[in-house]
């Protein structure tokens, strides 16, 4: 997606970008050439690794490394916050990486199967929802106040 209309004239033209849509300043392309590069979305770090079979979703990365190192390394393009977890491989760390992206290590000689999920805390959601019911509350009871008699 880009928003300057400046770059859109070089999409435009380039061969392995077709667009997509408009709408107002906003262009989205696609790649053309049919070999989206998924496996970009996730880089080996250390020599001697490789990388396929890269699947993403909301909340969810997950793919195949196969690492001639003990202890291989790969930089993921998802913006790095504590709430993602490593569900496997058992041992693997994820930590901060360069430019604010995550940084997979620890990943075990061999193949495995990489799986990172995002999950949020649920009491933010639980504190807001009460936060939300005593709000509606104190609003129903000040309104039930204001109707009551009044004495003479």
């Given at each position: 997606?880009?928003?300057?209309?400046?770059?859109?004239?070089i999409f435009s033209d380039h061969p392995h970008f077709a667009l997509r849509a408009r709408f107002g300043r906003f262009s989205v392309f696609a790649r053309s050439d049919g070999a989206a590069d998924r496996s970009a979305w996730i880089r080996p770090v250390v020599p001697?690794?490789?990388?396929?079979?890269?699947?993403?979703?909301?909340?969810?990365?997950?793919?195949?490394?196969?690492?001639?190192?003990?202890?291989?390394s790969v930089a993921i393009a998802e913006s790095y916050h504590r709430f993602w977890r490593v569900e496997s491989p058992p041992g693997a760390e994820?930590?901060?990486?360069?430019?604010?992206?995550?940084r997979l290590s620890?990943?075990?000689?061999?193949r495995?199967?990489?799986?990172?999920?995002?999950r949020a805390?649920?009491?933010p959601f639980w504190l807001s929802l009460c936060g939300g019911v005593a709000i509606a509350a104190a609003a129903a009871a000040a309104r039930l106040r204001g109707r009551a008699p009044q004495p003479r």
């Open positions: 997606m880009l928003a300057d209309p400046s770059r859109r004239e001697g690794l490789r990388v396929s079979e890269v699947r993403r979703q909301p909340g969810f990365i997950s793919a195949v490394v196969i690492s001639e190192a003990s202890r291989g994820l930590e901060p990486g360069e430019g604010g992206l995550m620890g990943l075990p000689r061999g495995s199967s990489i799986e990172l999920r995002y805390p649920a009491l």
